[in-house]
């Protein structure tokens, strides 16, 4: 439990270093190996990893020192079966042209589906997705979603790569 008022940071000595606020609703930890606090001149003072789980909210500006990298999965659709998609970057492997639907999404879900086989993957328009009429994903199509409410809604295709 983090009192946020009263939410310290001190060095190897027990010096505080940085003070401030910390909201942690669903815990926070840390391992003294990546995880840096600087001070007010830019010099890091701790050092580990920070590991946050459930759902963050970064206000204000947040920058990156690297390009965040997106997680991704393969999934093997089989003929008739829903896609059930859990990652942003999905790379569809079937073993034969398949016709599919899409299971239920979480609203704010986004992704990326890449087909890297010469089977097509036909999404029918029904169900847990809209689209412009069923989308064939061909060998390197893409196929952009997004998810409102419970469907996913198609953003673009990318055909003929």
Same mark, same amino acid.
């Given at each position: 439990?983090?009192?946020? =008022?009263?939410?310290?940071?001190?060095?190897?000595?027990?010096?505080?270093? +940085?003070?401030?606020?910390?909201?942690?609703?669903?815990?926070?930890?840390? #391992?003294?190996?990546?995880?840096?606090?600087? #001070?007010?001149?830019? =010099?890091?003072?701790?050092?580990?990893?920070?590991?946050?789980? *459930?759902?963050?909210?970064?206000?204000?500006?947040?920058?990156?020192?690297?390009?965040? +990298?997106?997680? *991704?999965?393969?999934?093997?659709?089989? #003929?008739?079966?829903?896609?059930? +998609?859990?990652? @942003? $970057?999905?790379?569809?492997?079937?073993? *034969?042209?398949?016709?599919?639907? $899409?299971?239920?999404?979480?609203?704010? %879900?986004?992704?990326? &589906?890449?087909? =890297?086989?010469? @089977? %097509?993957?036909? +999404?029918?328009?029904?169900? =847990?997705?809209?689209?412009?009429?069923?989308?064939?994903?061909? /060998?390197?199509?893409? &196929?952009? &979603?997004?998810?409102?409410?419970?469907?996913?809604? /198609? &953003?673009?295709?990318?055909? %003929? @790569?």
């Amino acid at each position: 439990t983090a009192d946020t =008022n009263k939410f310290t940071v001190a060095d190897a000595t027990g010096n505080t270093v +940085i003070a401030g606020s910390l909201a942690a609703n669903g815990g926070i930890t840390a #391992d003294t190996t990546a995880f840096s606090v600087a #001070d007010t001149s830019g =010099n890091t003072v701790v050092g580990g990893t920070l590991t946050v789980t *459930g759902t963050t909210a970064l206000v204000g500006a947040t920058t990156f020192t690297a390009n965040p +990298i997106l997680p *991704g999965e393969s999934i093997t659709p089989t #003929d008739g079966a829903a896609i059930t +998609i859990s990652k @942003n $970057l999905v790379t569809l492997t079937p073993a *034969g042209a398949v016709g599919n639907s $899409l299971a239920a999404c979480t609203t704010g %879900n986004w992704a990326m &589906l890449y087909n =890297n086989t010469a @089977n %097509n993957v036909v +999404i029918t328009d029904t169900g =847990n997705f809209v689209g412009a009429g069923n989308a064939t994903v061909g /060998q390197d199509d893409t &196929l952009t &979603l997004v998810c409102i409410g419970t469907k996913w809604i /198609q &953003l673009g295709t990318v055909p %003929n @790569n």
